[in-house]
């Protein structure tokens, strides 16, 4: 006979532990842009520190969303969103923001929008849904492989025109990652990496600025990486103090969004550094257990790619200051100044805890029905 004691699911859930990494994430972020930009705040040092707040404010609004909204939801929609957004981005080549020789804002007020940032999210559901609705079928390339090239072909190439080669190399090792986990063929896969290697350095040698960059990484000098490696090698054991850092006086250029991590080397030292990688690192892990234990492929598809989409930023920009990568221009996540990647991220981050209440809330339900006594399909013990 069935027991009549329903199982107790009221102890913290899984997901507890990676929201409070989020929260540390983002609150050490705000510390961060204080710190890095005080002395770029002209006559209000609270400049940056206010614009980043607000900037967090409107980051939760997209949290909620992603976390409220059903995960399946942004399914049905993919191919809409996917379509809108590459719209944008044909809008942004024609009117948007010009800065540092890129083309890759849209100006709003006193705020400016980058839109590739959410492109590359609309890009993860369109591809996540296009697997999981094809996961019992012959994974041949022209059906199950040649559609998600095409479109993401596409999304590549307008965000290559801005010129934005860092994101678009992310978002491509982003397609490629979640086509293996997709069980795409290796021997599909295998070429697509060559192929976009080729077109990569094809590329490179076709933008000029793409090309200094390169080469400054190779040994002509690079003036942004050598006082990021100036600044992480003054940083020693523990570091200058919090707010001690001399780099970010005008010789490090960008100290509180391209190059904080290296303002938190010098001013945190290595300690500051590893806690930092042990933060992510413990956000990858959790991150990865729940969209693992998704039995739903669409929701383990989307997830896995957003946990890893996050990890692999955070990797890039630490490469880069310290001097392992040429200059890419991609931001610290949670952590950099900026309003458009912090957005992107948090939505990108409350649409997986979505998908992991969605996995606990029919492991509930089932609970429910056995403490009535009536008929249910039983499902597997949630996994902690």
């Known amino acids: 006979m069935p027991s009549s004691k329903p199982t107790d699911y009221s102890k913290a859930s899984a997901n507890t532990g990676f929201f409070a990494i989020l929260v540390l994430l983002v609150g050490f972020g705000l510390v961060m842009v204080f710190s890095s930009s005080l002395y770029l705040a002209n006559n209000d040092p609270l400049y940056f520190l206010k614009n980043q707040a607000i900037r967090i404010a409107i980051g939760l609004v997209f949290f909620i969303v992603g976390l409220k909204v059903p995960y399946r939801f942004w399914g049905k929609i993919a191919p809409v969103l ?58 041949n390339f022209k059906r199950y492989t040649l559609p998600p090239l095409i479109m993401s072909g596409l999304v590549l190439l307008l965000i290559i025109l801005q010129p934005n080669l860092g994101t678009a190399s992310v978002i491509g090792m982003l397609v490629i990652f979640l086509m293996f986990v997709a069980g795409v063929r290796l021997r599909y896969l295998l070429p697509v990496i060559l192929l976009s290697v080729g077109v990569f350095i094809l590329v490179v040698t076709l933008f000029p600025h793409a090309k200094d960059r390169i080469a400054g990484f190779l040994g002509a000098g690079n003036y942004q990486l050598e006082q990021a490696k100036i600044a992480l090698g003054s940083g020693g054991l523990f570091g200058v103090g919090l707010g001690g850092g001399r780099q970010k006086f005008l010789f490090l250029p960008q100290p509180h969004t391209d190059f904080i991590f290296a303002v938190i080397g010098e001013e945190l030292g290595f300690v500051g550094v590893a806690g930092l990688t042990v933060l992510f690192l413990l956000f990858l892990y ?99």
């Open 82 to 139: 996917l379509v809108v957004g590459m719209v944008v981005l044909i809008v942004v080549l024609f009117i948007g923001r010009t800065a540092g020789g890129a083309t890759r804002w849209l100006k709003f007020l006193t705020f400016s929008l980058q839109p590739s940032e959410f492109v590359k999210i609309a890009l993860l559901i369109y591809l996540s849904a296009f697997f999981a609705k094809r996961e019992g079928e012959e994974r």
């Open 286 to 384: 959790k991150g990865l257990k729940l969209a693992a234990n998704t039995e739903d492929a669409f929701g383990r598809y989307l997830g896995l790619s957003l946990v890893t989409m996050v990890f692999l930023y955070f990797v890039v920009h630490a490469g880069v200051s310290m001097g392992l990568l040429p200059t890419t221009g991609l931001p610290l996540p949670f952590i950099s100044f900026g309003g458009s990647a912090l957005s992107s991220n948090l939505l990108g981050i409350g649409i997986l805890l979505n998908v992991n209440r969605a996995k606990e809330k029919a492991y509930a339900t089932n609970a429910r029905l056995r403490w009535n006594r009536r008929p249910y399909v039983p499902s597997p013990s949630p996994r902690q």
